[in-house]
T-cell receptor, first 111, second 114 residues
Framework: DAKTTQPPSMDCAEGRAANLPCNHS???????VYWYRQIHSQGPQYIIH???NNETNEMASLIITEDRKSSTLILPHATLRDTAVYYC????????????FGSGTRLLVRP | NAGVTQTPKFHILKTGQSMTLQCAQD?????MSWYRQDPGMGLRLIYY??????TDKEVPNGYNVSRLNTEDFPLRLVSAAPSQTSVYLC??????????????FGDGTRLSIL
């Protein structure tokens, strides 16, 4: 079972920030938080990941709470091409390096 | 910059037939894996390989893999069953001995078994 909980759907206006929340209250000390997204008919695309510090790259920012029990993915200026299913995944470094995908959040960016 | 390439994109099989799904990556990644994606069930890991010459399975039976070189990781359905109708996704990454490396996915093979 997935170790994360996400809202099933969200929407935001084009050009505005999209803030996608994720709860991972059972996260352990060596587990990372990863975010992927999947656009229809494509494979999952890596967005960002972090351990305990906030992270930023050219696609998004990741804010992890101090207790690491939740995080927020921020798309600063959402575009129509950001419409996708967003997956928050908690993964450690076991031998399978398995990613356990939950149901994700379906983000709709409105014109 | 091809990344992870999967072929074919679509295929229809009859029950009992066999087929090999191809996956190739050009990033010199040691780790490769296969997932299947079904509606309402998310992605599930089927097989993985930490390096050329090694493979490990997550689900029993129905599938075989080989990893003869770094680039290719084909998935074989030995005797296809309707329950194996799914979208199959291949991924690759730097070996697990490196911490926190993201996985790169191909666009999948959509397989229907009648």
């Amino acid at each position: 079972d997935a170790k994360t909980t996400q809202p099933p759907s969200m929407d935001c206006a084009e050009g505005r920030a999209a803030n996608l929340p994720c709860n991972h209250s059972t996260i352990s000390g060596n587990e990372y938080v990863y975010w992927y997204r999947q656009i229809h008919s494509q494979g999952p695309q890596y967005i960002i990941h972090g351990l305990k510090n906030n992270e930023t790259n050219e696609m998004a920012s990741l804010i992890i709470t101090e207790d690491r029990k939740s995080s927020t993915l921020i798309l600063p200026h959402a575009t129509l091409r950001d419409t996708a299913v967003y997956y928050c995944i908690v993964s450690g470094m076991d031998s399978s390096y398995k990613l356990i995908f939950g149901s994700g959040t379906r983000l709709l960016v409105r014109p | 910059n091809a990344g992870v390439t999967q072929t074919p994109k679509f295929h229809i099989l009859k029950t009992g037939q066999s087929m090999t799904l191809q996956c190739a990556q050009d990033m010199n990644h040691g780790y490769m894996s296969w997932y299947r994606q079904d509606p309402g069930m998310g992605l599930r890991l089927i097989y993985y390989s930490a390096a050329a010459g090694t493979t490990d399975k997550e689900v029993p039976n129905g599938y075989n893999v080989s990893r003869l070189n770094t680039e290719d990781f084909p998935l074989r359905l030995v005797s296809a069953a309707p329950s194996q109708t799914s979208v199959y996704l291949c991924a690759s990454s730097i070996p697990t001995s490196f911490p926190n490396q993201p996985q790169h996915f191909g666009d999948g093979t959509r397989l229907s078994i009648l």
